[in-house]
């Protein structure tokens, strides 16, 4: 796990590195001009070798310098400059508003909801997605664009509303309350237009922050979602009904399968951390366990998009509030008193654990959001960066023969990694519930020998 | 300055967005909430259900064959008591035989002895009554000696003598 964090690491400080770089430059990649003076350079990337994580062809935003992008007919993209492998990750790591498999880009449902626009309901499908790309628009509704897979919003109350054909997008550097912030950009007639992403409860954190408008569509991770429990919903239903119906026998089919683990579950997760109550808590554990290991497995299958569900925070937090929830609302007398007293230690240090332990309360919940976000989405990014190094070595189709050598080293790269990310699979899934049944064993646990120790001080 | 570049980039899964979370609530808890009541619940009853019912057949498998075990030193032990107690019957009849026979022995000799005594008495009976007889005889023989002697001394003497001896030959030769 370890190992992978660091990954991450460098990656993230490769990236930043590369972002320094270009930091002065006003960068933008169109969608659709036609570059006669780079058309030989029409790079290999564009030729997909299949794999679900390198799917399509991530041009590097375009080191052009030119300031307009002008619009122009919808042909294949000619993208120029280096292969971006930070950004082939990032983008992939991603929840987007189309669904891309190889060079297919699936529309999905848009909800979306501007408090000075309304709620507007429509599927991406009307942005005009160009497969062999990012899944970005040719077209703007509503105001709204795809941009790179993800709906964003022109903040330009000028902007017509309706489907409008749109140039290409870019980006810049702003200041910003004395903070560089990049801005996406929508080239319109000739102009750049600013665009706003969707809101995101980061509190401004992590760079994000209420703006315009709210996306509460059916994105790749919420179809991914609804496929998996769809799924392990419809095989639970079936083993229910075979168990209903054929009480006492041995078990059949899917039972074999999920039988052990329901059983390893309760026995050695719930009934040692939880104590003699656990059976009122099997169905969260159990929702959980197969809801996280679902969504990673299905993550992890090759030639589905590579969803990157329990990699994503919003996801992870919302559990990880569901848990804190159940625990501090099951929490009985001995854990509030142990939080807030601690009982048998001195007045002194009491006062010095209180804070420590009211801390305490929100940590925990806290490390199991990070933890399996970072995990996930840490070996999403090694894989794709695996992927990447035949396009790096090959210098974006310039040297297909470094390509090659690279492509043997990535394949088996990658074989190991995804081996090791089958194993992450269930070990973080085993580890967010075991994690979640101390927690709740912690605060349900009936403590008898109280008197006991009170007695000695 | 690092960690503002860093937030610069676009690193999108760390920015949850309000759509994935009202998503990702309201799809886990219908999860929780229906497959946890309609199908977790039951499955997790009906698997210590049968947990329970497995570990009571072998309970009671245990139970048998202790119960097996025990009629099995019940029937040994019955066995033996028969055995012994045939040994003992036969025991006794050979002591009881023997007893009779040993009865049966002293009685044969008790009524021998008996036979024995009263052919003895019988004897000694017929010898006194013999001897009765015999002195009557030879009282009446002498009787009738004496009374012919002395018929016969009443004429001779030497005439006497002779048929005293002819008498006594007589006495001798009857």
Redesign the interface.
């Known amino acids: 796990m370890k190992l992978k964090l660091y990954f991450l690491l460098i990656i993230?400080?490769l990236?930043?590195k590369i972002?320094?770089q270009n930091?002065d430059n006003q960068h933008y990649h169109d969608l659709a001009q036609q570059h006669d003076d780079h058309s030989g350079h029409s790079h290999e990337g564009h030729n997909h070798d299949g794999h679900d994580h390198s799917g399509h062809d991530h041009a590097a935003p375009a080191a052009t310098s030119e300031p307009n992008v002008a619009p122009a007919a919808h042909s294949e993209q000619e993208a120029h400059g280096e292969f971006d492998a930070?950004e082939t990750a990032?983008h992939h790591?991603?929840?987007l508003n189309v669904y891309s498999i190889g060079p297919w880009n699936f529309p999905l449902p848009c909800?979306l909801y501007a408090p000075d626009q309304g709620w507007s309901f429509f599927s991406s499908s009307k942005f005009g997605i160009d497969d062999h790309h990012h899944g970005s628009g040719h077209y703007a509704y509503d105001r709204y664009v795809l941009n790179m897979g993800?709906v964003m919003r022109v903040t330009d109350p000028t902007f017509p509303m309706g489907k409008v054909e749109i140039g290409g997008f870019g980006s810049e550097?702003k200041e910003m309350n004395g903070?560089?912030?990049?801005v996406d950009l929508v080239s319109f007639q000739g102009r750049m237009l600013p665009l706003d992403k969707?809101?995101?409860?980061?509190g401004g954190l992590?760079?994000?922050g209420i703006t315009s408008f709210?996306?509460?569509?059916?994105?790749k991770?919420?179809l991914a979602?609804?496929l998996v429990?769809a799924l392990?919903?419809w095989v639970?239903?079936s083993?229910?009904r075979h168990?209903?119906k054929a009480?006492?026998t041995a078990p059949v089919g899917a039972q074999k399968l999920f039988?052990p683990i329901?059983?390893f579950l309760?026995d050695e997760v719930a009934k040692p951390f939880i104590g003699p109550k656990y059976?009122q808590y099997?169905?969260?554990l159990?929702?959980l366990f197969f809801?996280v290991l679902g969504l990673n497995l299905f993550g992890q299958i090759p030639f589905l998009g590579g969803a990157?569900v329990t990699?994503?925070?919003?996801?992870t937090?919302?559990?990880a509030v569901?848990v804190f929830i159940v625990v501090n609302l099951k929490g009985n007398r001995h854990y509030w008193q142990h939080i807030l007293w601690m009982p048998g230690v001195p007045a002194g240090v009491k006062t010095i654990i209180t804070p420590i332990e009211i801390l305490g309360i929100f940590i925990k919940p806290v490390t199991l959001m990070l933890r399996l976000?970072a995990n996930i989405?840490a070996g999403h990014i090694v894989i794709i960066i695996f992927i990447s190094l035949i396009f790096i070595f090959g210098k974006s189709g310039e040297n297909v023969g470094a390509a090659s050598g690279a492509a043997v080293g990535s394949i088996l790269l990658t074989l190991f990694m995804m081996t090791i990310e089958l194993l992450v699979a269930f070990i973080q899934a085993y580890v967010f519930t075991l994690l979640t049944a101390s927690y709740i064993g912690a605060a349900t646990e009936e403590h008898h020998d109280h008197g006991h120790e009170d007695a000695h001080h | 300055m690092?960690s503002?570049?860093?937030?610069?980039?676009?690193?999108?899964?760390?920015?949850?967005?309000?759509?994935?979370?009202?998503?990702?609530?309201l799809?886990?808890?219908?999860?929780?909430v229906?497959?946890?009541?309609?199908?977790?619940?039951?499955?997790?009853q009906?698997?210590n259900?049968?947990a329970g019912?497995i570990q009571e057949s072998l309970d009671a498998a245990k139970t048998a064959r202790e119960e097996m075990k025990n009629m099995k030193s019940e029937n040994e032990r019955i066995m033996a008591e028969a055995r012994e107690e045939k040994m003992r019957i036969i025991r006794e009849a050979k002591e009881s035989a023997n007893i009779l026979i040993a009865e049966a022995r002293e009685k044969a000799k008790e009524e021998a002895q008996r036979i024995v005594t009263n052919a003895k008495n019988d004897i000694e009976n017929a010898k006194k009554a013999a001897l009765v007889d015999v002195k009557n005889q030879v009282g009446a023989m002498a009787v009738d000696i004496a009374e012919k002697v002395i018929r016969q001394n009443l004429r001779d003497d030497s005439s006497q003598q002779d048929y005293i001896k002819r008498l006594v030959d007589d006495l001798n030769t009857n």
């Open positions: 993230l400080a990236g930043a972002h320094a930091a930070k990032f790591i991603s929840d909800i993800r550097e903070k560089k912030k990049s969707a809101s995101t409860a980061d992590f760079d994000g709210y996306d509460f569509s059916i994105s991770n919420v979602m609804l429990m392990l919903a639970f239903f083993m229910a168990y209903k009480p006492g039988e329901i059983l309760q059976t099997m169905p969260l159990l929702s809801f990157n990699g994503n925070l919003a996801v937090m919302v559990l569901l976000f989405t | 690092d503002m570049i860093l937030l610069a980039m676009d690193f999108s899964p760390i920015k949850p967005t309000f759509g994935l979370l009202f998503w990702t609530s799809i886990f808890i219908l999860f929780w229906i497959v946890g009541k309609l199908a977790f619940k039951p499955i997790i009906a698997l259900d049968r019912s």
